[in-house]
């Protein structure tokens, strides 16, 4: 093997670990993608001579590539509001997955923590994602964002503050969590609204996000369950998925890509969160053609 081939092989024992660090940064699969092409990119260039600890620097060159790209991205939306929402990662409940498919889904937070990581600022974002989600030191954190290390604890602080007050952590029962969500898709589609209020949590909060713009949120059951009931029109094109790793809904046309994603946050056997991400243009296109 030539020194280029030891030197890919290297990076590929690295890919899912950096492609892990770049979704939770980006909550895209395809820049997250953008992203780790480009840390080997910038790797092929440097060669690991001087390099102690591969895996340590490849993570710190990811970081860096998607804190700048969330940097551009949140400069553009100021001028373009409304140009991103999260990417969630949707699959089939009971498709066999490939290789990738499996690796994908490794790589998947909740729908719920990708929507509350965009509300953070990139300098948070990175802090709490390297910190908390991959254990990465402050004082390895702190020069990415160009702050001290006591600075650095005090963004992931906020972050996590923030994270722990809106993405609570979900039952992991995936049939538990599927029963809940068919029988949330039963009383959508038959306008049962009691039933649908005992499904959910009484200080259940829905969050929606139409063509990448937040509307204000939704608490407390019953006026979630209105809300819910609002999107009876597109709910009935409704089908059960896996999003993000666990039971949600897509909305569209099978083989297509979703028009709508519904995430749920499911605890203590209730529904304590409802995330809704909405392509108004796909949305568009499925309900004039019905």
Known sequence: MTEDDVLAAEFERHRMHLRAVAYRMLGSMSEAEDAVQESWLRLSRAGDAGIGNLGGWLTTVVARVALDMLRTRRSR????????APAPLVTEPDAAQSPEQQALLADAVGLALL???ETLSPPERLAFVLHDM???????IAP???????ATRQLASRARRRVRGAAPQPDADLATQRKLVDAFLDASRGGDFDALVALLDPHVVLRTQVAGRARPPVVEAEPVARAMFSYRRFVRFGRPAIVNGAA???????????AVVIGFTMAGGLIGAVDVVVDQQRLGALLADA
């Open 77 to 84: 939306r100021e001028d373009y509001p409304g140009d991103w």
């Open 115 to 117: 929507v509350v990581l």
């Open 144 to 150: 990415i964002v160009e702050r001290t290390p006591a």
């Open 248 to 258: 949600g809904i897509a909305v569209g046309r099978p083989g297509a890509e979703p």
């Open 134 to 140: 991959f254990a990465v030191p402050f004082d390895e």
